[in-house]
């Protein structure tokens, strides 16, 4: 039974209008307004090119062709919009809520609210830190298996370089505190580095995910440290204020460089600079998550059981194969 409040059921015929709503015969408009799944969105905020396909994705997906109405929030990197937006989407009665935890705690309450209402949650990208009966699905991606290919390709690069046994000293970009992406990085990454005594980790510092925090954090690690060897930066946007500060300062990156690079994302502009030799390596973050998303809903609507977890396939790019990929990179 779809449950669609007059509130919506207006912005429906304000949103037909223009589709020759008033064409339709009166009881082709009930067929319309009913056929509709009404999916109630709050997304992180738009602080990468990363969240920017990832929000295309899911407006793509989830549009009126494809059969929903779709409700969408951007909460602007705090959590209390991303609370009120759920509880807004509660009172409309939408038929389904879909959302990015920006941190994975605090959430425990509003989810009992979705819970309590019958309205099904779905979360993507990354998780959150509650009673997993309190969600139906997730999907996103293996954070920790991000960060751990990014240590086995730092690992397997100094073999090949003959560096295994030299002193490495690294400094991390972290993203936002608390998010599953930096959980799952931090320590995919440190269980390779803990079995290298020669790797040292000088320090991890908050890039908040932006370009412009993410140099700003460099800068202070060049004024802080003489000799950084590695720069593993949790996404692409604040690669790209990293390389800005560490040019600023008169050092360069790459095989042939002072630093080597590690970012994460693999944004079309970042696989460019992979391809440029400015960045070694580029973990794979697909933002392409809308069509998971929609198969759940579908899924659900059938009412067919739906696996709590989807984990997505990623790739990792160096300069040997990005040229196969570069191209058909969409955002
Ligand atoms: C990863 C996602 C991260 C991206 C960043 O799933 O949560 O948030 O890596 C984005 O670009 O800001």
């Given at each position: 039974m779809k449950r669609i409040v007059f509130g919506i059921i207006c912005g429906m015929l304000l949103l037909c209008a223009c589709a020759g709503y008033f064409d339709m015969e009166p009881e082709q408009h009930e067929n319309k307004t009913e056929d509709l799944?009404?999916?109630?969105?709050?997304?992180?905020?738009?602080?990468?090119?990363?969240?920017?396909?990832n929000t295309m994705s899911l407006q793509q997906a989830l549009s009126d062709e494809n059969g929903y109405f779709l409700l969408f929030d951007n909460a602007r990197q705090k959590q209390e919009n991303q609370i009120k937006a759920i509880r807004s989407f509660i009172s409309?009665?939408?038929?389904?809520?879909?959302?990015?935890?920006?941190?994975?705690?605090g959430w425990e309450t509003v989810l009992t609210e979705a819970k309590d209402a019958g309205i099904p949650v779905i979360l993507m990208d990354r998780q959150a830190n509650v009673d997993p009966d309190l969600y139906t699905a997730w999907v996103g991606s293996d954070f920790e298996a991000e960060g751990e290919k990014a240590g086995l390709w730092l690992e397997n690069y100094l073999r090949k370089k003959d560096r295994e046994r030299e002193e490495i000293r690294i400094v991390v970009l972290q993203g936002t505190e608390g998010?599953?992406?930096?959980?799952?990085?931090?320590?995919?990454?440190q269980k390779v580095a803990q079995k290298h005594s020669n790797w040292q980790i000088l320090e991890q510092v908050n890039g908040e995910y932006t370009t412009a925090k993410g140099k700003e954090v460099m800068q202070k690690l060049l004024e802080t440290y003489d000799d950084i060897d590695v720069v593993v930066s949790q996404n692409d946007d604040m690669t790209f204020g990293a390389l800005e500060a560490i040019h600023m300062e008169g050092y360069s990156t790459g095989e042939e460089g002072d630093m080597i690079?590690?970012?994460?994302?693999?944004?079309?502009?970042?696989?460019?600079?992979?391809?440029?030799?400015?960045?070694?390596?580029?973990?794979?973050?697909n933002p392409l998550q809308g069509e998971y998303v929609s198969e759940i809903i579908q899924a659900l609507e059938a009412g067919e059981t739906v696996d709590k977890k989807c984990f997505i396939e990623e790739n990792v790019f160096t300069k040997e194969n990005v040229g196969e990929y570069i191209d058909n990179r969409t955002y």
């Open positions: 799944v009404v999916v109630g969105v709050s997304q992180v905020g738009s602080e990468s090119v990363w969240r920017t396909a409309q009665q939408v038929d389904y809520i879909v959302f990015s935890p920006i941190t994975e705690d998010a599953t992406s930096v959980i799952g990085r931090t320590n995919g990454f690079i590690i970012s994460f994302d693999a944004v079309k502009d970042a696989l460019k600079m992979v391809e440029q030799g400015l960045i070694e390596v580029d973990i794979e973050c």
